[in-house]
T-cell receptor, first 110, second 110 residues
Framework: QKEVEQDPGPLSVPEGAIVSLNCTYS??????FMWYRQYSRKGPELLMY????GNKEDGRFTAQVDKSSKYISLFIRDSQPSDSATYLC??????????FGKGTKLSVIP | EPEVTQTPSHQVTQMGQEVILRCVPI?????FYWYRQILGQKVEFLVS????????KSEIFDDQFSVERPDGSNFTLKIRSTKLEDSAMYFC????????FGSGTQLSVL
């Protein structure tokens, strides 16, 4: 069983749509939950960081963690073409030795 | 967000050759990391480095790999005898309050 599962997509949505991206995990030791955005052949860019169950909001982005279900989500409201990228979930268990999901490729169509 | 500069942006080498990838932090950080991403695959942890010592390493980080901070500023990853399967994007990362990635070095082993 893989530690972190993420649907690779691709996911294509119209501009203005609400986007939902998800990861599931199996290791209860994960304490940090992050979402990174990666443009083609660039380094991952940190979007959201949380370490507790519940919701965390930052502008158009909301990160949601459900530790009991081992399920994390990233919601993007009012999606823009500039949001087109690959979104990576990354989980840590006490250090920054992160375990990444495979990434979901998102395209926002104008 | 701290800026992490990596050089070179692209490195082409012959199988069996040694390569050195460099990372230059702008601000003074203590924890450094190397990750890699083979094309189409997950971002994978290689090694973490703190106070001039390796603190954690993955099974990928075998005897062919080494890290050092030779001049107190640059942070380097050396691959002694490159293999075809070492072809990947290599990302340096460091922590402020969170983990930030550099723009990466694309290593191509021919």
């Amino acid at each position: 069983q893989k530690e972190v599962e993420q649907d690779p997509g691709p996911l294509s949505v119209p501009e203005g749509a609400i986007v939902s991206l998800n990861c599931t995990y199996s290791n209860s030791a994960f304490q940090y939950f992050m979402w990174y955005r990666q443009y083609s052949r660039k380094g991952p860019e940190l979007l959201m960081y949380t370490y507790s169950s519940g919701n965390k909001e930052d502008g158009r982005f909301t990160a949601q963690v459900d530790k009991s279900s081992k399920y994390i989500s990233l919601f993007i409201r009012d999606s823009q073409p500039s949001d087109s990228a690959t979104y990576l979930c990354a989980l840590g268990a006490g250090s920054y030795q992160l375990t990444f999901g495979k990434g979901t490729k998102l395209s926002v169509i104008p | 967000e701290p800026e992490v500069t990596q050089t070179p942006s692209h490195q082409v080498t012959q199988m069996g050759q040694e390569v050195i990838l460099r990372c230059v932090p702008i601000s003074n950080h203590l924890y450094f990391y190397w990750y890699r991403q083979i094309l189409g695959q997950k971002v994978e942890f290689l090694v973490s480095f703190y106070n001039n010592e390796i603190s954690e390493k993955s099974e990928i980080f075998d005897d062919q790999f080494s890290v050092e901070r030779p001049d107190g500023s640059n942070f380097t990853l050396k691959i002694r005898s490159t293999k075809l399967e070492d072809s990947a994007m290599y990302f340096c990362a460091m922590t402020g309050k969170k983990l930030f990635f550099g723009s990466g070095t694309q290593l191509s082993v021919l």
